[in-house]
């Protein structure tokens, strides 16, 4: 699996870090893993270089074993494919830095925990450390990325970039840092840069040719927008206000299901297309869960922010439509539902009119709280891929419990009303599906339910997945059904006697972190049947939806 990936903190990183992202949007398949804060706790956080050692250490746990790291300032200005290639034919990529050697960038602590003297580094040609590359499956790429993590741990990339008195001895001219631990670490590994300056990637824009994917942009009289032209930098005011500010913001709030959140997502994105905004997306139902270790919104038609606390800080000052939700630092809180709307107490509904253009420093706020029928949640995934891990779950589920080839699928939703099996019977034959439905109502919607389902698992012999939330229903069917693969019971841990008791799935999004992935699991395994029945409620819906748009189902699988 390949990732490419980048950290930015303060000044101007983050937005150049937006800008790469852009840019590795419309030149790369894999995933883009990007963090304005130090990935985790495991080094010295006053050294902000450290954080090139946590991003490694990060997407390794996360089970990639192709890994780019590129500097803020860089523009793809086409297909990265073959920077990966030379990855995976050398087992890393690093960039010959022919203006230094070892001796001169490197501080006494830094050689002394490498065990190198200063002649010796002085025969070691410095690595750049802008883009470092590396294959966890290669041996060279596995030595060289556990010690540049380990020496980053123990604090060899400590220090100041500025002479400071790191060496008395006079070719010491500045500590790299990062750089100069990546550059003792593969020269004490015998490894060579495998790259140089200007061959696929320059640091200078006036030296890019037709053979340039990679360049840096950020010093000089102009910069490379994400599609790789020059335009005049632009200068921010020296006494407040914004800069001329060409994208705004929509701060969707969303409410309800998988399914209600993807639909709400689908409605602000034709919004924010036309009118050129970016999300922020809040999902208060899983608020437990970090957005961005599930979905991939990097092939997204419009930027999606998940790191929502962080935006209400920075626009905290800026004027909200609706007025009255207050502003992103101090919203009104929602209270009740009115006509299935979200709204205030008085009920005002939070939802921006969407018939209407606004500047660009208001942000529209949407809030609104509804699901719908139509096709938007589906489609909605079409621009939406999933994070390894996801896959991963999904693969170790379906081993786990011998999930064939071909199986059927039932959803259930029994908990929060009365279990009420659809007519919505994907991929079975006409006749199985009328010895179904077609059965006289008892005015019970419940026991008519159990008989459809009966009746299902009846017409068939293929095995088959059942999801749901009810534990004790899901016991009882599996006891009489040899053919039921699994019980999908998020409750396992308690025991529930009443269907009141067994919370619904996405309601116990607010502690467990774990329950968005485990939907999306789920939602994958039901709509990769060949049979699916299904119950009321929007998650089911799109069950049957996924299962009939197999295209959109590759895609989430690839």
């Given at each position: 699996m390949r990732c490419i990936i980048n950290v930015a903190i303060g000044g101007r990183y983050p937005k150049e870090q937006k800008r790469l992202g852009e840019s590795l949007a419309k030149h790369f398949q894999g995933d883009f893993l990007s963090w304005t804060d130090f990935p985790n706790d495991n080094y010295n956080k006053a050294n902000p270089y450290n954080t090139k050692a946590a991003a490694f250490e990060e997407a390794m746990k996360k089970g990639y074993t192709q890994i780019?790291?590129?500097?803020?300032?860089?523009?793809?200005?086409?297909?990265?494919?073959?920077?990966?290639?030379?990855?995976?034919?050398?087992?890393?990529?690093?960039?010959?830095?022919?203006?230094?050697?070892?001796?001169?960038?490197?501080?006494?602590?830094?050689?002394?925990?490498?065990?190198?003297?200063?002649?010796?580094?002085?025969?070691?040609?410095?690595?750049?450390?802008?883009?470092i590359g590396i294959d966890t499956t290669h041996p060279k790429g596995k030595q060289l990325i556990d010690l540049f993590i380990q020496a980053c741990k123990n604090g060899a990339c400590d220090g100041s970039r500025k002479h400071d008195g790191q060496s008395k001895d006079p070719r010491f001219k500045f500590h790299r840092q990062c750089q100069s631990v990546i550059s003792l670490a593969a020269n004490t590994l015998g490894l060579p840069p495998t790259m140089n300056m200007?061959?696929?990637?320059?640091?200078?824009?006036?030296?890019?040719?037709?053979?340039?994917?990679?360049?840096?942009?950020?010093?000089?009289?102009?910069?490379?927008?994400?599609?790789?032209?020059?335009?005049?930098?632009?200068r921010r005011p020296k006494r407040g206000g914004t800069r001329n500010a060409t994208h705004g913001y929509i701060y969707l709030q969303t409410s309800s299901g998988l399914n209600d959140c993807l639909v709400q997502l689908a409605k602000c994105t034709k919004y924010a297309i036309q009118h050129h905004r970016s999300i922020i997306l809040e999902m208060p139902m899983y608020s437990a869960t970090d957005l961005d270790t599930v979905f991939d919104f990097s092939k997204y038609p419009v930027p999606i922010l998940t790191n929502h606390k962080e935006m209400q800080k920075e626009l905290a000052k800026n004027p909200?439509?609706?007025?009255?939700?207050?502003?992103?630092?101090d919203p009104i809180t929602r209270k009740h539902k009115t006509n299935r709307k979200w709204s205030t107490e008085d009920g005002k509904i939070l939802e921006f009119d969407f018939a209407k253009s606004y500047p660009i420093t208001?942000?529209?706020?949407?809030?609104?709280?509804?699901?719908?029928?139509?096709?938007?949640?589906?489609?909605?995934?079409?621009?939406?891929?999933?994070?390894p891990a996801v896959l991963e779950a999904y693969r170790q589920k379906l081993k786990e419990y011998s999930v064939p080839t071909e199986y059927n699928s039932i959803h259930l939703r029994a908990t929060d009303r009365k279990l009420n099996i659809t007519n919505n019977i994907t991929g079975m034959l006409t006749k199985d599906s009328n010895s179904i439905i077609k059965q006289p109502s008892s005015g019970n919607t419940h026991a008519d339910s159990l008989k459809k389902i009966d009746a299902f698992l009846k017409a068939h012999t293929l095995p088959v997945f059942i999801s749901g939330d009810n534990?004790?229903?899901i016991e009882k069917l599996s006891a009489k059904y040899p053919q039921i693969l699994y019980s999908s019971s998020p409750n396992n841990n308690k025991e529930c006697t009443s269907n009141r008791e067994c919370t619904a799935l996405h309601k116990q999004g607010h502690e467990n972190p774990d329950?968005?992935?485990?939907?999306?699991?789920?939602?994958?395994?039901?709509?990769?049947?060949?049979?699916?029945?299904?119950?009321?409620g929007g998650y089911s819906r799109l069950a049957k939806k996924l299962s009939e748009r197999k295209d959109i189902l590759k895609k989430l699988l690839s």
């Open positions: 780019l790291w590129v500097d803020s300032p860089v523009v793809a200005l086409k297909a990265v494919s073959p920077i990966f290639d030379s990855i995976v034919k050398n087992g890393y990529l690093t960039m010959k830095n022919g203006q230094y050697n070892c001796a001169q960038t490197c501080s006494d602590a830094c050689l002394a925990y490498f065990k190198v003297s200063r002649d010796q580094a002085e025969t070691f040609q410095e690595h750049a450390g802008g883009i200007n061959e696929l990637i320059t640091v200078d824009t006036s030296k890019k040719n037709e053979r340039t994917i990679l360049c840096w942009s950020h010093r000089g009289k102009h910069i490379l927008s994400a599609n790789g032209r020059h335009t005049r930098r632009i909200i439509e609706p007025p009255y939700y207050g502003t992103l630092a208001t942000v529209l706020v949407y809030a609104a709280g509804r699901g719908g029928e139509g096709d938007d949640s589906i489609n909605i995934l079409e621009h939406i891929r999933l994070r534990p004790k229903l329950i968005l992935k485990n939907a999306v699991v789920d939602l994958l395994i039901l709509a990769g049947a060949k049979s699916i029945m299904t119950s009321a």
